[in-house]
């Protein structure tokens, strides 16, 4: 509400445009844009036959490594090629595999008619035969985190394959006193067939995808070659809504892309279409296909998209290579587009509740490209259905083509320097700072043009918004509001004698009658002919014309920056020249002051937000910060900068505490100190009595949870015994009331002033490194003087055998990542893992491999004759003898010492 009382009423979400033809709204920045699209043009004559050969041809397999690999007819064997020379033999095979693919759990997956060889591709188990009695496994596509999607080409029928393999173990079976889970592994690959999945009669699966995120998508055929997607509901396990590809005729090949769209191959095209499939499809929907392009090689092999587990996706190659589907940065959008907040199925309302609202004034939030612009058609009605609007009333932002828009006068919204109306608010466009004349906020006064009294009014509004570009940018509108009632400078602060005097009919005619004509012109004006008698009467020039609003009953006639408006009435045609009356000239111009003097009443009305440190604009923040005595440090972020001023009577209030310092330091570095990852830690909580200690060096003097407080050669053994009659004394402080000596009387206060007014800020790893000098010196600020403060880094959340004491020491963490060993970096025991590479070439992954084709064809490595050589001997070895493949060369020798 502003600072009249005006309400607003805002369309800024895809629920609220509900009605969209060629427009899209991307939800990344949250705006309507004008559809990419395009015409995919007929199908080839041969379509059914290039794609049912395409359908019977093998699929390709691609890992992470780049290595690839095909189905070899005449070695029965998958074969693999990478980085390495020639091809090599990965699996020999009894018979032609239905298709194979690699899982994200580096097994290799091959359907076998009915049953399911797992392969593993890092050799920790032996190959596995999975039987699938009743389902033969057609299709294969790796799921997300492990395990694979089935599709049985017969029945259309999916399954989902999940567990894992157990490694074997290298000893002999473990004793009966060996505490092991029972059973031994726990999920063992198990198949389970989804029971809701059922399909229409005639509509038979030919392909399907799973993306990332899990969603899975099938390709399906009806009728005549006529191409369906639908998506699988992973909660309920059924299929959804069939989605119709516009021009995709007998489409044998699909894959998903970044952002939700899917790419989809047709029979004899040289490029592959994109589509969109819409998340909840409702029965009956058409997809029609973006503009982008993505362009297939020269080689192009018509097949199946190559199974994958990373972007982008692959396409196969005539020879067996595969190739990486990139897009053209050429865009494809629609000229014209429209969204309306009503639709035949559903509609957004936007209801005033009352019959006499007068709607006041709109403001848009989008971004306007040269070339692009909008036209906001309003109506208003009593009734909540826009079929009741009888007159649409334009409103121009931007750029729009002088054909493209109706004749007569029209508002045109104006550009505001602030990024929005409402006081403080930041805008909800993604464009990034205000653009004068192309991107921020617009306003334009609401008007019905072409009416003698030009204010709107009724309960319900309804928007139309047309969308123009150029076919290569857009316009972007990320928010539009709608206020009302309107609130009349004229009305409220003007004698009565200024107010409307005309209601009625007289005040919806479409401006001052000038002339009128004959009933017989209709025809000719009908025809976009211009009577003689007519542009005689009104004087009009060479140039005028005449459009067609409403045949025989409306037509609007255009010389020039001239317009009239000819309306067909009881006995004749009537020319109006638009004029309206002036009252309502007045209440229009007085809108333009209002306009300005509202926006001001507003930000005075919110003065109060320039001292709130959360909308605060970013550059007042060092000024608001100076009205409390604060100078932030230059490496403090501004979202860390507001919440500090948010806080800043509680840091006041605990300034030199343990609470104050633990709050500096939780702000500075974005919640730290709540997450564990800082632990403000005061010396006396370090008093803890150690345990033997196996396989830690208590000798680190620089270990934050080791300060100097253990001694080396002293273990304590149980709960009592104590070797060294200094630690005696120390252990007696922790655990004694009354020490009987003056002697022992010292060492305890001795020990204890180690211990006090010394605090330690124990900083872990998971804290950024730029972030680590920022708490040093935060630390400096908040800490007493009397206090002496440590900052260190900690290696690890958990030491066990330490005592280490939950929340003030140590905190439990995310479970770390697999980190590879690394030669000369990773120490054993110590976090890094020896994991092998999960690739289709054996020669990569370390399995035993054969090169494909014949021995001849292989390259020989000879250093020389074996020796023996004995110990600080040299010996000279002779790469000579090496030989290369037929039709290669050898360019250079490389040794490498490997003990």
Same mark, same amino acid.
């Given at each position: 509400m502003d600072a009249n009382g005006q309400r607003f009423w805002l369309l800024a979400d895809h629920r609220h445009w509900p009605?969209?033809?060629?427009?899209?709204?991307?939800?990344?920045?949250?705006?309507?844009?004008?559809?990419?699209?395009?015409?995919?043009?007929?199908?080839?004559?041969? /379509? /059914?036959?290039?794609?049912? @050969?395409?359908?019977?041809?093998l699929p390709r397999a691609v890992d992470r490594h780049g290595a690839s690999a095909h189905w070899d007819e005449t070695a029965m064997a998958i074969v693999a090629r990478s980085h390495l020379p020639d091809a090599a033999t990965m699996l020999v095979l009894g018979e032609r595999p239905q298709d194979f693919a690699a899982g994200a759990d580096d097994v290799l997956y091959v359907a076998l008619g009915e049953r399911l060889l797992l392969h593993d591709l890092r050799g920790r188990w032996r190959d596995v035969v999975l039987p699938t009695p009743g389902f033969q496994p057609w299709r294969i596509a790796a799921a997300a985190g492990d395990g694979v999607w089935l599709l049985e080409r017969a029945s259309g029928r999916i399954g989902r394959l999940t567990g894992c393999v157990q490694p074997e173990r290298p000893a002999a079976d473990y004793a009966t006193t060996t505490f092991r889970p029972q059973p031994e592994n726990p999920a063992p690959p198990a198949l389970t067939l989804l029971d809701g999945v059922a399909w229409p009669v005639g509509e038979r699966p030919q392909a399907f995808a799973a993306a990332v995120d899990g969603t899975l998508?099938?390709?399906?055929?009806? +009728?005549?070659? &006529?191409?369906?997607?639908?998506?699988?509901?992973?909660?309920?396990?059924?299929?959804?809504? /069939?989605?119709?590809?516009?021009?995709?005729?007998?489409?044998?090949?699909?894959?998903?892309?970044?952002?939700?769209?899917?790419?989809?191959?047709?029979?004899?095209?040289r490029d592959v279409p994109v589509w969109v499939p819409e998340p909840t499809p409702v029965a009956g929907s058409v997809l029609n296909p973006t503009g982008d392009i993505y362009p297939l090689a020269a080689d192009a092999d018509e097949a199946?998209?190559?199974?994958?587990?990373?972007?982008?996706?692959?396409?196969?190659?005539? +020879?067996?290579?595969?190739?990486?589907?990139?897009?053209?940065?050429?865009?494809?959008?629609?000229?014209?587009?429209?969204?309306?907040?009503?639709?035949?199925?559903?509609?957004?309302?936007?209801?005033?509740?009352?019959?006499?609202?007068?709607?006041?004034?709109?403001?848009?939030?989008? #971004?306007?490209?040269?070339?692009?612009?909008?036209?906001?058609?309003?109506a208003a009605t009593a009734e909540p259905s826009p079929t009741t609007a009888v007159d649409w009333h334009p409103h121009v932002f931007g750029e729009v083509a002088a054909e493209a828009l109706p004749g007569g006068p029209l508002p045109h919204a104006a550009w505001e320097r602030q990024p929005s109306e409402l006081p403080g608010h930041p805008g909800l466009g993604a464009w990034g700072a205000p653009q004068a004349g192309r991107a921020g906020l617009w306003t334009v006064l609401v008007q019905c043009a072409q009416?003698?009294?030009?204010?709107?009014?009724?309960?319900?509004?309804?928007?139309?918004?047309?969308?123009?570009?150029?076919?290569?940018?857009?316009?972007?509108?990320?928010?539009?509001?709608? $206020?009302?009632?309107?609130?009349?400078?004229?009305?409220?602060?003007?004698?009565?004698?200024?107010?409307?005097? &005309?209601? +009625?009919?007289?005040? &919806?005619?479409?401006?001052?009658?000038?002339?009128?004509?004959?009933?017989?012109?209709?025809?000719?004006?009908?025809?976009a002919a211009l009577p003689a008698a007519l542009r005689a009467a009104l004087a009009l020039g060479e140039a005028a014309r005449v459009e067609v609003v409403a045949a025989a009953s409306l037509w609007q006639l255009r010389d020039g920056p001239a317009s009239w408006t000819l309306r067909r009435e009881a006995a004749a045609?009537?020319?109006?020249?638009?004029?309206?009356?002036?009252?309502?000239?007045?209440?229009?111009?007085?809108?333009?002051?209002?306009?300005?003097?509202?926006?001001?009443?507003?930000?005075?009305?919110?003065?109060?937000?320039?001292?709130?440190?959360?909308?605060?604009?970013?550059?007042?923040l060092e000024w608001l910060a100076g009205w409390?005595?604060?100078?932030?440090?230059?490496?403090?972020?501004?979202?860390?900068?507001?919440?500090?001023?948010a806080r800043a009577s509680e840091l006041a209030r605990h300034h030199g505490t343990r609470r104050g310092l633990r709050l500096a330091l939780d702000i500075a570095s974005d919640g730290g100190v709540r997450g564990g990852e800082i632990v403000v830690l005061e010396g006396f909580r370090m008093r803890r009595l150690m345990s033997t200690l196996l396989g830690v060096n208590p000798e680190v003097a620089d270990d934050p949870l080791l300060p100097g407080l253990a001694i080396s050669g002293n273990s304590v053994v149980g709960d009592t015994l104590v070797l060294g009659e200094a630690?005696?004394?120390?252990?007696?402080?922790?655990? #004694?009331? &009354?020490?009987?000596?003056?002697?022992?009387?010292? @060492?305890?206060?001795?020990? $204890?002033?180690?211990?006090?007014?010394?605090?330690l800020v124990l900083v872990h790893q998971t804290v950024e490194a730029q972030d680590l000098g920022l708490i040093r010196r935060i630390v400096e600020l908040e800490s007493p003087a009397h206090v002496e403060v440590q900052v260190a880094s900690a290696t690890w959340p958990l030491l066990l055998g330490i005592a280490s004491l939950v929340g003030v020491d140590t905190y439990l963490g995310p479970p770390p990542q697999r980190v590879p060993a690394r030669a000369g970096i990773s120490s054993l025991g110590n976090g890094d893992r020896v994991l092998g590479v999960g690739s289709l070439d054996p020669r990569l992954s370390g399995a035993t491999g054969e090169l494909a084709g014949p021995a001849a064809a292989r390259p020989v490595a000879a250093a020389g004759p074996d020796m023996t050589v004995p110990h600080g001997s040299s010996f000279v070895l002779d790469g000579g003898g090496s030989t290369a493949a037929p039709g290669r060369r050898i360019t250079e020798y490389r040794w490498r010492l490997t003990e």
């Open positions: 009605g969209r033809i060629h427009v899209d709204y991307r939800l990344g920045c949250r705006a309507l844009r004008l559809a990419s699209e395009r015409s995919l043009g007929a199908a080839v004559t041969d /379509a /059914a036959t290039i794609a049912a @050969a395409a359908l019977e041809r998508v099938i390709l399906s055929w009806v +009728g005549d070659g &006529e191409s369906r997607l639908r998506l699988l509901d992973p909660r309920l396990g059924t299929l959804g809504a /069939a989605q119709t590809l516009v021009g995709a005729a007998f489409a044998y090949a699909i894959d998903w892309l970044a952002d939700g769209r899917v790419a989809v191959r047709l029979p004899g095209r199946a998209f190559a199974h994958r587990l990373d972007d982008p996706p692959r396409y196969p190659l005539q +020879g067996g290579g595969v190739e990486p589907l990139h897009r053209l940065s050429v865009a494809n959008l629609a000229r014209r587009g429209e969204a309306a907040n009503f639709s035949a199925a559903d509609l957004h309302l936007l209801d005033s509740g009352d019959q006499q609202t007068v709607w006041h004034r709109l403001f848009a939030e989008v #971004r306007l490209p040269a070339g692009c612009g909008l036209v906001v058609w309003l009416r003698r009294v030009r204010a709107l009014s009724g309960r319900y509004l309804w928007l139309r918004v047309e969308l123009h570009g150029d076919g290569r940018d857009s316009p972007e509108l990320a928010a539009l509001r709608a $206020y009302a009632s309107r609130f009349s400078y004229r009305d409220h602060y003007l004698p009565r004698l200024y107010r409307e005097t &005309e209601y +009625g009919t007289a005040a &919806e005619l479409p401006g001052l009658q000038v002339a009128s004509f004959d009933t017989l012109l209709a025809a000719d004006l009908d025809a045609i009537v020319a109006y020249r638009p004029q309206a009356t002036p009252a309502d000239f007045l209440e229009r111009l007085l809108g333009n002051v209002e306009g300005v003097l509202t926006a001001l009443e507003d930000r005075v009305a919110a003065a109060h937000l320039c001292s709130d440190p959360a909308v605060v604009p970013e550059g007042s409390m005595g604060l100078a932030f440090d230059a490496a403090l972020p501004p979202a860390r900068r507001r919440e500090w001023l630690e005696r004394v120390e252990l007696l402080s922790l655990f #004694r009331a &009354e020490v009987g000596s003056l002697a022992e009387q010292e @060492a305890v206060l001795a020990f $204890y002033d180690q211990l006090a007014y010394r605090v």
